[in-house]
């Protein structure tokens, strides 16, 4: 009884009042779709294609599917994903603040009066997930109506020929001729965002939260700048995935690596947080 009202606690604080938060990414995602729409006209007019048809899908991947593998030359910079880093990194950053301001605010009293760490702990794990998951169903929701006003087809659908002019994708970048997205795929970025989320608020026990934010940026760079499964980021990489890059990696390895991960994660930070010291955190 004393997790639910903790939980409740932090659904009240963490997200009703901070609810206005959720516009931020609505917003981004708004411009993210009128570039998509106006590529696609791009597309259509270089093409001649007058009744060319796509779908929320080929919108989807624009907003999510960040870049295909980087091969270092002298002759080609590193281009970094701007979309693709931005939606992943402002998921961390509104997640950032909140269960440290509590920790040293009401969350401590919250702790001595329930007298048990492990349920505020697992009260911020599931805040955490629950922001991270409405934090992507805003985007979701956003591109669907863009779809909708743009009379894109509400399908899974993809045009890889399209895909590859509006990532702007070298012509030596294999993309398969595939016909469709599949499901599996679309929801492997999401859980990807809420692991790091989960490892920024793990990180956050033993560095500040903005030490802990760049600890996820950097990986977010490694990630992009080299493709391996080792740097799970590339799992939340759609155009890496084998089922449309033909040098891509099975993305669907993805699910128990971060199943694995996010256990570890979680134990761990529980295993920290019963050792923590909240007066000295407070005084620093």
């Known amino acids: 009884m004393k997790f639910i009202k903790i939980f409740t606690s932090d659904i009240h604080n963490g997200i009703f009042k901070k609810c206005y938060l959720l516009i931020l990414p609505a917003i981004m995602t708004v411009f993210i779709c009128i570039s998509c729409i106006a590529r696609i006209h791009a597309y259509t007019n270089i093409n001649d294609i007058p009744d060319f048809t796509y779908s ?96 894109a087809d509400l399908t899974l659908a993809i045009d890889s020929q399209l895909q590859h002019h509006i990532h702007e994708l070298k012509p030596y970048i294999p993309l398969m001729n595939v016909s469709h997205i599949p499901v599996s795929a679309i929801f492997l970025p999401v859980l990807i965002s809420i692991l790091f989320n989960l490892i920024q608020l793990t990180l956050q026990l033993f560095i500040k939260p903005s030490y802990s934010f760049l600890c996820i940026c950097i990986i977010m760079i490694s990630s992009a700048y080299l493709m391996t499964p080792f740097l799970p980021y590339n799992y939340a990489i759609p155009l890496r995935y084998n089922w449309i890059y033909e040098n891509g990696f099975k993305y669907v390895y993805g699910y128990p690596a971060v199943a694995l991960i996010v256990t570890m994660v979680i134990l761990f930070g529980l295993y920290r947080f019963k050792n923590f010291d909240i007066i000295k955190k407070e005084d620093t």
């Open 56 to 151: 929320v899908a080929d919108m989807w991947l624009f907003v999510y599917g960040g870049m295909a593998q980087y091969t270092p030359t002298a002759s080609e910079p590193f281009q970094f994903p701007a979309i693709w880093s931005a939606i992943l990194a402002l998921s961390s950053l509104l997640v950032l603040n909140y269960p440290t301001k509590d920790m040293l605010g009401i969350g401590s009293h919250i702790i001595v009066s329930s007298g048990s760490r492990r349920k505020w702990w697992f009260s911020k794990i599931l805040w955490c997930t629950l922001f991270t998951i409405l934090y992507h169903l805003v985007i979701f929701v956003v591109i669907l109506i863009s779809g909708i006003i743009s009379h």
